[in-house]
């Protein structure tokens, strides 16, 4: 697990060994910790533009003893043959989740809006950017590993103001890229049925945009 | 967050009667929901001091939207949170705000070239953003509206 502090310091020491300035996007535990949802994590999840900035940064923490693991007992077989799978590096008890631009087929840019961001001004800049509360959830539903359901809860509980139509045209938009998607969200909104009232128009439009995707195979 | 008290402006009276607890125990919970992050305090000396109660830990901003409220007679709503982590100074923001780009940021802008104390670095950032036109074009826009140091011949056009 690595806390707050550990992973600010964690990611200027990084910015000090990066041979070229980077941007990512911050996804799962750790865009949580950085918006106050939680206090530690257990996996860093990172998304990059393309091969070569991860390529970039793979070489960084490599100087600093990261090694490679195999996504064995982390992610489900499914998960572990998608196209958008991570490749996992750790050192001690923290882990590294590094994707390219998908995340199982949600497609994620650093071009695109984001809420936060953050800059660590080592001998290269290493810049960070946070998404919408949406977005965390839906990338919860989709990587679904052992802690993402009580992730998404500890999220519903904090926040009131869910844009569950957000949520849902974000689900949506990028479904047709992973056939599951919209059935894993299904299920994770059904099981946050139990902690906080989602309306059944959602669930209606959930099901119709199941539908055409399936009408069009 | 142990306390119950939903997020929103409180003064010390207006959350002692909502918590039914004395005006220094208020303090005294204030206080510790600060050091945590929960609270942040406006107002201060002459004027009341109002406690901003938060849902998450609130880390206080410190980047391009921290500088240019700080030295801009024209401020800025920020359109995203900016945390750094090291030395972000007038010249960074510089470029920050020429990348972000919209005519607002880059009116406030502008006031930041009183503040360059390097202007390698400026130009060194700017080299490497590719920058270099903008920064002249805003110096130049900002020379015209505002008192600015001059730049040294060798960064000039």
Known sequence: ????????????????????????????????????????????????????????????????????????????????????KPRMFT???????????????YEISTKQE???????????????????KEDL???????????????????????????????????????????????DLEATLQELKRITFIPGKHFKRLYEAQERLHGKR | MDNHMGPGKYTVETFAREEGITRQSALNKLSKLKREGYVTISGGGQQKRIYTLHKTPQ???????????????????????????????AEHAIIDGIKIGDARTLEATQHLFRHVTSWKRLFDLARKEELTTEVHALYNKARNNTRVKRMPKRYQE
């Open chain 1, 1 to 84: 697990m690595i806390n707050t502090a550990d992973q600010e310091q964690l990611f200027k020491l990084i910015a000090d060994y990066l041979p070229k300035d980077l941007v990512c996007v911050a996804i799962g535990g750790t865009a949580m910790m950085f918006l106050g949802y939680k206090n530690a994590t257990r996996d860093i999840d990172l998304v990059f533009d393309s091969e070569g900035e991860r390529n970039t940064f793979i070489a960084a923490i490599g100087e600093l003893g990261y090694k490679e693991k195999a996504l064995a007992d982390v992610y489900d077989e499914r998960r572990k043959k998608h196209a958008g």
């Open chain 1, 91 to 105: 050192r001690g008890e923290e882990r590294f989740d590094l994707f390219v631009k998908d995340v199982f087929g």
């Open chain 1, 114 to 132: 984001f809420t936060e961001r953050r800059d660590y001004l080592g001998k290269n800049e290493f810049t960070i950017h946070l998404l919408t």
């Open chain 1, 137 to 183: 959830i839906v990338l919860k539903a989709v990587t679904r590993r052992e802690k993402d359901q009580e992730d998404i809860e500890t999220i519903i509980k904090i926040e009131k103001s869910i844009d569950w139509g957000l949520l849902l045209d974000k689900a949506i938009a990028q479904a047709k890229r992973n056939e599951w998607m919209l059935i």
């Open chain 2, 59 to 89: 880390q206080p901003a410190n980047g391009f939207y921290a500088i240019v409220n700080k030295y801009a007679p024209e401020k800025l709503v920020p359109t995203f949170k900016h945390h750094v982590v090291g030395n972000y100074t």
